[in-house]
C-alpha cells in the first residue's frame, strides 16, 4: 500500500486559516470513514487530533476541524496558533490485511 | 490515565535481533487491539504490526514479514515485537499505540532501534 500524499510544508500567520490535504484512493481514504490527522511536535510522540474523518478527541480545541471528498481529506487549522506549529500525519484504514497507511506528514510553521 | 512505556531498544548488528517491550497501564490492556508503528530519522511515519486483543490474528506490514513478531502477555499487560534479521533500514523509532477504534488514540513515548555494523 503506498502512503497518502501529502504537501510537505504549509505555512500561515497567526490567526490565518491553514488546509492540509491528505490524497489517497477508492482503497483507503475514499473507502471507509475512517481518516484520522494527528500532531507531532519535535522530539515527542504523535497525538490523536482527529478521528473520523471529523470528530475531536476531547481537549482538541475546535480550531481543528476534519473533512473528507472522494479520496482526499482534509485538515483545517482555524485561527492559527504558534503552538500549532508541529508535523500533522493522515491515516486511514486500508483493509484487512494491510489495515492502515499513513501520509508523508505536513510541517507547518507559523509566521 | 492511559500510560504506554515502550522498552528493548537499543544498537544492534545488521542481522542481529532485539525485542521490544510495550508496558501498559490505566486501561483494560485485554480489550484492546493493539499497534506498533515505527518512525526513521526525519522520515514519517510507518505502520508495522496488528494484534487483536486476544493474541490473534496478527497482520504485518510486507517490509517486515516474515522477520518480525508481534505477540502479547495480557496476564502482563505487555504487548512485544520480536524482530529478527534486522536491517539498516529498520533503524527507526518504535511506538506502540492503541487502536480505539480504527484509530490510534494513545501513543507511548517510542524506543529507538539503530541497526549498524
Known amino acids: 500500500q503506498s502512503a497518502l500524499t501529502q504537501p510537505r510544508s504549509v505555512s500561515g500567520s497567526p490567526g490565518q486559516s491553514v488546509t492540509i490535504s491528505c490524497t489517497g484512493t477508492?482503497?483507503?481514504?475514499?473507502?471507509?470513514?475512517?481518516v484520522s490527522w494527528h500532531q507531532q511536535h519535535p522530539g515527542k510522540a504523535p497525538e490523536l487530533l482527529i478521528y473520523?474523518?471529523?470528530k475531536r478527541p476531547s481537549g482538541v480545541p475546535d480550531r481543528f476541524s476534519g473533512s473528507k471528498s472522494g479520496n482526499t481529506a482534509s485538515l483545517t487549522i482555524s485561527g492559527l496558533q504558534v503552538e500549532d506549529e508541529a508535523d500533522y500525519y493522515c491515516c486511514s484504514y486500508a483493509g484487512t490485511y494491510t489495515p492502515w497507511v499513513f501520509g508523508g506528514g505536513t510541517k507547518v510553521t507559523v509566521l | 490515565q492511559v500510560q504506554l512505556v515502550e522498552s528493548g531498544g537499543g544498537l544492534v548488528k545488521p542481522g542481529g535481533s532485539l525485542r521490544l517491550s510495550c508496558a501498559a497501564s490505566?486501561?483494560?490492556?485485554?480489550?484492546?487491539?493493539m499497534t506498533w508503528i515505527r518512525q526513521a530519522p526525519g522520515k514519517g511515519l510507518e505502520w508495522v504490526s496488528y494484534i487483536h486483543s486476544r493474541g490473534a490474528p496478527t497482520y504485518y506490514a510486507d517490509s517486515v514479514k516474515g522477520r518480525f513478531t508481534i505477540s502479547r502477555d495480557n496476564a502482563k499487560n505487555t504487548l512485544y515485537l520480536q524482530m529478527n534479521s534486522l536491517r539498516a533500514e529498520d533503524t527507526a523509532v518504535y511506538y506502540c499505540?492503541?487502536?480505539?477504534?480504527?484509530?490510534?488514540?494513545?501513543w507511548g513515548q517510542g524506543t529507538l532501534v539503530t541497526v549498524s555494523s
Open positions: 490505566g486501561f483494560t490492556f485485554s480489550d484492546y487491539y
Open positions: 473520523d474523518v471529523t
Open positions: 477508492s482503497s483507503d481514504v475514499g473507502a471507509y470513514n475512517y
Open positions: 499505540a492503541r487502536d480505539d477504534g480504527w484509530h490510534f488514540g494513545y
